[in-house]
């Protein structure tokens, strides 16, 4: 099941030779003007109800090179100090959130991050266009936004289950930079979680080893995660040493 990392030693996301501004406004909507999204995806059925969609090349290298710096330059990235297991802890990667007006407010493990408006990012205004027209009735209206910088950046094992987005959330992720791998496993069951003791608990154990799916997030990738992916599955994005350059992952989500 799980697929194998393939990290080279070499940068696997080599730029495109281009005269682009990096940080220019322009630049980055107007590359993005000309692209329609690409056809192919790859459905992945996780059963009872919770669904995976893979659109490896979603954004083309360039547009996605252009938006990649706009965000790295532009967005008020911060790493805040969250709670984790009763104890303080910085958060592992950079964060910014983006939201419609009026909404409920985003809290995880004690923190409250400030919304932004998408008016401050004309850019995300794309983004969000381009995703909206790839998942036809979809509505998302709030964005976390990620910024690992080196590979000993990483978001652990969580499920995105707050009660804002109700139970069968969508999850829309859009990946700049450098690739990086995503995994996934089912949330134990019942009696795996307190699988008392003894020889049968031992043979129950065995034979419901945890199901665990991995995908290798490419520069201008999307991942599409659906139905009951929330509540029955756990995702995590893990350090790797090989990788040496920042990776940009927008998380859509609606609050409902
Ligand atoms: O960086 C990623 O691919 C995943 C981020 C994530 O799981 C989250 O923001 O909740
Ligand atoms: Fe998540």
């Known amino acids: 099941m799980a697929s ?40 992945t059925d996780l059963g009872d109800g919770s669904e995976l969609v893979h659109v490896p090349r979603f954004v083309p290298r360039e547009a996605a090179w252009e938006w990649f710096d706009y965000l790295d330059k532009r967005i008020p990235w911060a790493r805040p100090t969250i709670r984790v297991f009763g104890r303080s802890a910085v958060q592992p990667r950079d964060i910014c959130y983006v939201s419609d007006e009026g909404l409920t407010d985003l809290k995880y493990s004690g923190h409250q991050p400030h919304a932004h408006s998408w008016d401050e990012f004309p850019v995300l205004k794309d983004i969000l266009k381009a995703v909206h027209e790839a998942l036809p009735g979809s509505h998302f209206n709030s964005l976390l936004l990620n910024r690992y910088k080196t590979g000993s950046d990483y978001v652990s094992w969580h499920a995105d289950d707050e009660s804002l987005y109700g139970p069968t959330p969508e999850i829309a992720s859009v990946t700049f930079g450098c690739e990086r791998e995503f995994l996934l496993r089912k949330k134990p069951t019942r009696s795996q979680a307190s699988p008392g003791s003894g020889e049968a608990a031992r ?11 991995s995908f290798l997030l490419k520069h ?11 509540r029955d599955w756990q995702h995590s994005v893990p350090k790797r040493a090989k990788a040496s350059s920042p990776r940009i992952n927008l998380t859509f989500r609606q609050v409902l």
């Open 203 to 213: 043979k129950r154990l065995k034979v419901s080893a945890p199901q665990q799916h």
């Open 220 to 230: 201008g990738s999307l991942l599409v995660m659906r139905g009951y992916t929330q």
């Open 4 to 43: 194998r990392l393939r990290l080279s030693g070499e940068n696997p996301n080599p730029r495109p030779r281009s005269n682009y501004t990096p940080d220019s406004n322009d630049a980055a909507r107007e590359g993005a003007a000309e692209w329609k999204p690409e056809a192919r995806r790859e459905v």
